[in-house]
């Protein structure tokens, strides 16, 4: 009996034409037209015509451009303190310096307190 519904649906489906289902895109007329208030708007931005400025409308808005004022000479070093200067030792602070001018670097022990805390006996 299956055998027979079978060979019965499948002449059914040769008979008769195949359906083809299409899906249409369907907007709404509201969402195509345009909105009334954005079309006055644009309207009226098409429609607007500014007035033109004169020439001497911009008199008491704008200050005169005038060239600055050349800058001052500055004041000139003697040579004598120019060369005292280069002599001169660097001075760094928490340094001490030492003999001929020369710095000499104050060494630290930064693991003193690792040191310190690995001496004790552990207390259990």
Known sequence: MLAHTLRVTARSALARPAIVARRGFVVPTA??????????????????????????????????????????????????????????????????PAAGGVVAAKEEDWFEEEVAFAEEEPKH
């Open 31 to 96: 969402a195509r037209k345009a909105d009334a208030v954005q079309s006055i708007y644009l309207q009226a931005l098409k429609d607007y015509k500014p007035k033109p400025e004169s020439a001497s409308a911009a008199e008491g808005v704008v200050k005169k451009w005038a060239a600055p004022a050349a800058p001052a000479v500055p004041e000139t070093v003697d040579a004598a303190e120019l060369a005292a200067y280069k002599a001169s030792a660097v001075e760094v602070e928490g340094q001490e």
